[in-house]
């Protein structure tokens, strides 16, 4: 599968982006989808992960409540609202697909949130919050 990221932008403290991710391919809808930022001289962190149905979801804590997680699958896209952004939010953004093989049974996040679980990965796009 092929992933393409969009809807970065500039935007001032506490306003709003929404990101999506377009998927090529028939097989979006089996594969859990990410979301992983990288700002400037750090690693790469886990944002969201949603499972292929979309009735699970998970958050990194940075993010819970502000960020929101969704896909539609009928149009092969994977988005990310993120609202009243901060400063620290700044980061390309990327999106990203897997299948999550059920090693950790019930504790499905642990496998979720880490980048060694997916396959595949967009290009990225930049997310910049002024202060």
């Known amino acids: 599968v092929q992933l393409q990221a969009s809807g970065g932008g500039l935007v001032q403290t506490g306003g709003s982006l929404r990101l999506s991710c377009a998927a090529s391919?028939?097989?979006?809808?089996?594969?859990?989808m990410g979301w992983f930022r990288q700002a400037p001289g750090k690693e790469r962190e886990f944002v969201a992960a949603?499972?292929?149905?979309?009735?699970?979801?998970y958050y990194a804590d940075s993010v819970r409540g502000r960020f929101t997680i969704s896909r539609d699958n009928a149009k092969n896209t994977l988005y990310l609202q993120m609202n009243s952004l901060k400063p620290e939010d700044t980061a390309v953004y990327y999106c990203?697909?897997?299948?999550?093989?059920?090693?950790?049974?019930?504790?499905?996040?642990?496998?979720?949130?880490?980048?060694?679980?997916?396959?595949?990965w967009g290009q990225g796009t930049q997310v910049t919050v002024s202060s």
């Open positions: 990203a697909a897997g299948r999550y093989d059920g090693r950790y049974g019930s504790s499905w996040y642990i496998g979720v949130s880490s980048a060694l679980m997916y396959d595949y």
């Open positions: 949603i499972s292929w149905r979309g009735s699970s979801t």
């Open positions: 391919g028939r097989t979006f809808s089996s594969y859990t």
